[in-house]
């Protein structure tokens, strides 16, 4: 009696499984993406797994540009830019934005190379998710030589694009006014206004 129901189930699990596997043989997804980094919730984890934190040449952690948004704060791993291959599962940055109660949120991945060594062996820029790579020239305000980038907002909502460089959701003066009001012991309203994804 068990066996009789047993084998339309087989039968039904091997036609899911049929229909799953196509689509999950190819890695170039948001989604595998997503579920490999989804440890780096806890910044904690990054660090532990060999991302720094990236300043720029004015020392600043939080990354704005005003009129378009911020990413936020980036934690490099300088082992993955030196490899100079892209994987979507093993972003060279992880991007967080400061909670005003002072925690970080993962917000967005960053794929990073740069253009001299990707340009040794390709005859195109780099390309993930079906996504062209942006260039930023040699002068940047990281001080590092031209390179090419893509962001992926896949655990925040970016309004103006998946894969656009400035998120006009996410703010950096909530660091200073997150360790203010902490200091202060003041509760805290939630400036937040959208939660994606
Ligand atoms: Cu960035």
């Known amino acids: 009696m068990h ?50 934190l990236l300043t720029d040449a004015a020392g600043l952690a939080c990354i704005a540009q005003p009129g378009a948004g911020a990413m936020g704060v980036h934690f490099v791993k300088g082992a993955l830019l030196q490899t100079g291959t892209l994987d979507p599962a093993r972003p060279q ?14 917000v967005a991945l960053e794929y990073v190379v740069l253009q001299a060594t990707w340009d ?42 998946t894969f656009q460089p400035w998120n006009p959701q996410v703010r950096c003066g909530d660091v200073e006014r997150a360790e203010q009001t902490v200091a202060a012991g003041a509760d805290v309203d939630a400036p937040i206004a959208m939660e994606g994804m």
Request: no cysteine; proline share 8%.
């Open 120 to 161: 040794a062996s390709h005859n195109d820029p780099p390309m993930l998710f079906g996504e062209k790579f942006m260039l930023t020239p040699a002068g940047n305000r990281f001080g590092l030589p031209a390179f090419y980038s893509l962001h992926a907002w896949v655990w925040k909502h970016n309004p103006t694009g």
């Open 93 to 106: 940055a992880l991007v967080y934005e400061v909670q005003p109660d002072g925690q970080m949120r993962l």
């Open 3 to 52: 066996v009789r129901h047993a084998i339309p189930l087989v039968v039904a699990l091997l036609a899911i499984l049929v229909t799953v596997l196509p689509s999950a043989a190819s890695s170039d997804t948001i989604a595998n993406a997503r579920s490999a980094t989804a440890m780096y919730n806890d910044p904690t984890a990054a660090l532990a797994g060999g991302y720094e």
